[in-house]
């Protein structure tokens, strides 16, 4: 029985080590001339290229390796709409009706953004502000989907094999503007932003280790008509 309670504590190491693999966080912030902006009344937000760039932003932290530190990345699909801001106590917030797309680019290319790129889809969740800050999808809810990456990068590919993931923006303005105020008037409003994206493990990968423990422990009580386990029997 200890050679058994020894098999049902390996398969529980192991199944640990399946739901780990392939997480991976990357923090990014702006390169020079990049902002969040909001465009007033419209009701939309987009992120501006850098200055004289295709891009927009860069990995500053995160990954398992430095490979992946200083790769340039971006946003597309933008300006972004959001509708009705609802308002809860200082805060107020506002769904995201339009998707957008994410790139990063590996670095492996001859010059600037010519390598391989990750790319997924975006939906963006949530829009909110309070005081004198806000954020996109502040509740780092899934949204991001269909990760793709042929490249080599470890940290890419560890984010491309989750499938799925989430991305965070955060911004804070000079003064104190609601989310109401960044809607109203002609705008626009800019401000620096930093960022997070995080692969989230498939679900699969976890149901299927725990279906196989579940299994096993079913063996283990059919093997032992008591339905007892006794450690060292």
Same mark, same amino acid.
């Given at each position: 029985?200890?050679?058994?309670? $020894?098999? +049902?504590?390996?398969?529980?190491?192991? $199944?640990?080590?399946?739901?780990?693999?392939?997480?991976?966080?990357l923090n990014f912030g702006p390169d020079i001339g990049s902002t969040?902006?909001?465009?007033?009344?419209?009701? =939309?937000?987009?992120?501006?290229?850098? =200055?004289?760039?295709?891009?927009?932003?860069? +990995?500053?932290? @995160?990954?398992?390796?430095?490979?992946?530190? @200083? /790769?340039? !990345?971006?946003?597309?699909? !933008?300006?972004?709409?959001?509708?009705?801001?609802?308002?809860? @106590? /200082?805060?107020?917030?506002?769904? +995201?009706?339009?998707? @957008?797309?994410? #790139? +990063? *680019? /590996?670095?492996?290319? $001859?010059?600037?953004?010519?390598? #391989?790129?990750?790319?997924?889809?975006?939906?963006?969740?949530?829009?909110?502000?309070?005081?004198?800050?806000?954020?996109?999808?502040?509740?780092?809810?899934?949204?991001?989907?269909?990760?793709?990456?042929?490249?080599?990068?470890? *940290?890419?590919?560890?984010?491309?094999?989750?499938?799925?993931?989430?991305? =965070?923006?955060? &911004?804070? &303005?000079?003064?104190?503007?609601?989310?109401?105020?960044?809607?109203?008037?002609?705008?626009?409003?800019?401000?620096?932003?930093?960022?997070?994206?995080?692969?989230?493990?498939?679900?699969?990968?976890?149901?299927?280790?725990? !279906?196989?423990?579940?299994?096993?422990?079913?063996?283990?009580?059919?093997?032992?008509?008591?339905?007892?386990?006794?450690?060292?029997?």
């Open positions: 029985m200890k050679r058994t309670l $020894l098999r +049902i504590l390996y398969l529980g190491a192991t $199944l640990s080590a399946v739901v780990t693999q392939g997480s991976v966080t969040i902006q909001f465009n007033g009344s419209v009701n =939309t937000f987009q992120i501006n290229n850098a =200055t004289s760039a295709s891009w927009q932003w860069w +990995i500053t932290s @995160g990954g398992s390796s430095a490979n992946v530190l @200083g /790769d340039y !990345g971006w946003f597309s699909g !933008g300006p972004w709409h959001y509708g009705t801001i609802h308002t809860s @106590g /200082d805060v107020q917030y506002a769904d +995201i009706t339009s998707p @957008g797309t994410l #790139t +990063i *680019d /590996d670095g492996t290319g $001859l010059g600037p953004v010519t390598g #391989t790129h990750l790319t997924g889809n975006i939906n963006w969740g949530r829009v909110s502000t309070t005081s004198n800050q806000g954020g996109v999808n502040a509740a780092t809810i899934l949204n991001i989907s269909g990760l793709n990456y042929t490249g080599s990068d470890p *940290d890419l590919l560890a984010l491309a094999s989750s499938l799925n993931g989430s991305v =965070t923006l955060s &911004f804070i &303005f000079n003064g104190s503007m609601t989310l109401s105020q960044l809607s109203s008037g002609s705008g626009p409003y800019n401000m620096g932003y930093s960022g997070t994206i995080t692969a989230v493990p498939e679900a699969s990968t976890l149901v299927a280790g725990a !279906g196989g423990l579940g299994l096993a422990l079913l063996i283990i009580g059919r093997a032992r008509p008591s339905g007892v386990v006794r450690i060292g029997k």
